[in-house]
């Protein structure tokens, strides 16, 4: 088998997407809803969008948290995911990323699930501490934060919880000894932390999709 060329490999993205996830049309309007807003095309391409709705629904997670909501189409294919009484709780640090989130959430009928909330990571998860743990969390947030917010993955988890790293790839600059950018060694500490801590298992894949290459963390709290 050759290595893939950008063509193949888009081409392919683009005969998995049609062919296995189709119009959605409350996902595509948050995505141009999005777009109109100004804010940037860093979503989770549509593949891996149902990735994480069918890894929610294989754990059979009724509370998930995800960290880093932009303008909610990952949050979307989540609560689509989830059984009545599910919630999602999803974490943005700008109020008007929050604002777009919001109504596309609701136009796509998924409102009631969804709990926004409004500020950075590092603030926001203490205040989750007294909530019933959760069943499935997804950082996609600020890179250089990973190992802070897997440690409070593990926190409001509990065995049994599936815990998904988005970005780990970077386009392999993150096995790059030469890149000290802090997002890349934010990206490694993350890596080391989910090798090291005991309270994970984990792995990583490497992804080509939509949004080019780039990589996923899994990691199941033990
Ligand atoms: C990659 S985007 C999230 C994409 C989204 N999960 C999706 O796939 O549709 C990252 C988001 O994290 C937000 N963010 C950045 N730093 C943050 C922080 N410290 N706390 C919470 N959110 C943050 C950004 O404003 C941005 O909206």
Same mark, same amino acid.
């Given at each position: 088998?050759?290595?893939?060329?950008?063509?193949?490999?888009?081409? @392919?993205?683009? !005969?998995? *997407?049609?062919? =296995?996830?189709? +119009?959605? /049309?409350?996902?595509?309007?948050? $995505?141009?809803?999005? #777009?109109?807003?100004?804010m940037p095309a860093i979503e989770v391409a549509p593949v891996n969008g149902k990735f994480l709705h069918?890894?929610?629904?294989?754990?059979?997670?009724?509370?998930?948290?995800?960290?880093?909501? @932009?303008?909610? !189409?990952? *949050?979307?294919? =989540?609560?689509? +995911?989830? /059984?009545?009484?599910?919630?999602? $709780?999803?974490?943005? #640090?700008?109020?008007?990323?929050?604002?777009?989130a919001r109504a596309s959430i609701d136009r796509a009928g998924v409102g009631a699930l969804v709990d926004?909330?409004?500020?950075?990571?590092?603030?926001?998860?203490?205040? @989750?501490?007294?909530?019933?743990?959760?069943? =499935?969390?997804?950082?996609?947030?600020?890179?250089?934060?990973?190992?802070?917010?897997?440690?409070w993955a593990a926190r409001l988890g509990h065995p049994g919880t599936v815990v998904v790293v988005d970005?780990?790839?970077?386009?392999?600059?993150?096995?790059?000894?030469?890149?000290?950018?802090?997002?890349?060694?934010?990206?490694?500490?993350?890596?080391?932390? =989910?090798?090291?801590?005991?309270?994970?298992?984990?792995?990583?894949?490497?992804?080509?999709?939509?949004?080019?290459?780039?990589?996923?963390?899994?990691?199941?709290?033990?």
């Amino acid at each position: 088998m050759s290595d893939p060329t950008p063509d193949g490999w888009r081409a @392919l993205d683009r !005969y998995f *997407t049609d062919t =296995l996830v189709g +119009a959605e /049309p409350g996902l595509d309007q948050a $995505v141009r809803d999005q #777009a109109d807003a100004g804010m940037p095309a860093i979503e989770v391409a549509p593949v891996n969008g149902k990735f994480l709705h069918l890894l929610a629904r294989i754990a059979g997670a009724r509370r998930v948290l995800e960290i880093g909501t @932009l303008g909610g !189409y990952s *949050t979307i294919w =989540l609560a689509r +995911a989830l /059984p009545e009484g599910g919630r999602v $709780v999803t974490i943005e #640090a700008e109020p008007a990323n929050a604002a777009v989130a919001r109504a596309s959430i609701d136009r796509a009928g998924v409102g009631a699930l969804v709990d926004i909330r409004v500020g950075r990571g590092e603030h926001v998860l203490p205040t @989750l501490a007294g909530e019933e743990p959760f069943d =499935l969390v997804f950082i996609d947030a600020d890179k250089e934060s990973g190992a802070l917010y897997l440690d409070w993955a593990a926190r409001l988890g509990h065995p049994g919880t599936v815990v998904v790293v988005d970005n780990v790839g970077r386009a392999g600059r993150v096995a790059d000894p030469g890149d000290t950018s802090a997002q890349v060694e934010g990206t490694r500490r993350a890596l080391e932390l =989910l090798a090291s801590d005991p309270r994970f298992e984990a792995t990583a894949l490497q992804t080509l999709d939509a949004k080019g290459w780039d990589g996923i963390a899994v990691a199941l709290v033990v």
